[in-house]
């Protein structure tokens, strides 16, 4: 569910043309939300547009989603696969919401560190 104003919710990579529709706007989604199960537990499921597609854990004590806002800087993620994989451990996402409806987000493979700073490779997400 989209909490309009900050990160919760389901985000699009701008370069989804207008109008698109089926697998060229979902492959392209990024989402920050509950899970389905365990509300207590926060999930990202990421489209194109990374290293890295799928869902992913969100490592205990995080940021709640629903409270990142314009102006609260960038927040760092630490992800974990969710594919039961003997190494789940995939680095950090970064994100930030530029205004109430665009959010630059940028993934660091392998990083632990959620102290990073965005790069040019940072990925611009829309509602």
Known sequence: MD???T????WYR???PAGA???NVWSRALVFAPDVRRPAAKRVSIGEGFSITGLYGVHDGAAAFATVTVGGGAV???LDAMDNSADPWSGVLLARLVVAD???VEFFPGATDLDQAFTSA???YVR
């Open 3 to 5: 909490v309009p104003g």
């Open 7 to 10: 990160l919760a919710g389901t």
């Open 14 to 16: 701008d370069d989804v």
């Open 21 to 23: 529709v089926g697998r």
């Open 76 to 78: 760092g993620y630490r």
């Open 102 to 104: 665009s959010l630059e």
């Open 122 to 124: 940072r990925t611009r």
